[in-house]
């Protein structure tokens, strides 16, 4: 069983940048808010990219879904709408993450003040 979650180098660094500015704990909440950002986006996702991850963020499967883990499973198996097994479900987390982070950090990058980039994500 997979167990721990390897990102982008672009994601390692926006998530640092974001993490900077909003004085957040935990890279795994961004990275939680990324992901339903993009579970909320019904274009197809893509799971063949290749990505740079040699100083990407490393997280394990529970810390970033913590008890909540199986309430994103669902959500994400569900996006699938087909069966899928351990490693197909990490390559959709990461998938998600990565378009989730680009949607995020776009937002992030495009309002100055920390209260309409929250208004803007909620």
Request: without cysteine; proline residues 0%; aromatic residues 8%.
């Given at each position: 069983?997979?167990?721990?979650?390897?990102?982008?180098?672009?994601?390692?660094?926006?998530?640092?940048?974001?993490?900077?500015?909003?004085?957040?704990?935990?890279?795994?909440?961004?990275?939680?808010?990324?992901?339903?950002?993009?579970?909320?986006?019904?274009?197809?996702?893509?799971?063949?990219?290749?990505?740079?991850t040699d100083r990407?963020?490393?997280?394990?499967?529970?810390?970033?879904?913590?008890?909540?883990?199986?309430?994103?499973?669902?959500?994400?198996?569900?996006?699938?709408?087909?069966?899928?097994?351990?490693?197909?479900?990490?390559?959709?987390?990461?998938?998600?993450?990565?378009r989730g982070m680009?949607?995020?950090?776009?937002?992030?990058?495009?309002?100055?003040?920390?209260?309409?980039?929250?208004?803007?994500?909620?």
């Amino acid at each position: 069983m997979i167990q721990r979650i390897k990102t982008s180098n672009t994601v390692a660094e926006n998530l640092d940048k974001i993490q900077n500015k909003l004085h957040l704990s935990s890279k795994a909440a961004i990275l939680r808010i990324a992901i339903s950002l993009s579970l909320n986006d019904d274009s197809s996702l893509n799971l063949t990219a290749k990505y740079l991850t040699d100083r990407g963020f490393d997280i394990s499967i529970a810390t970033l879904f913590g008890e909540y883990e199986v309430l994103f499973r669902a959500l994400i198996k569900n996006s699938y709408k087909h069966a899928i097994d351990e490693q197909l479900y990490v390559k959709l987390i990461q998938a998600h993450i990565e378009r989730g982070m680009i949607k995020l950090y776009g937002e992030f990058a495009t309002n100055n003040q920390i209260e309409d980039f929250i208004d803007t994500l909620v």
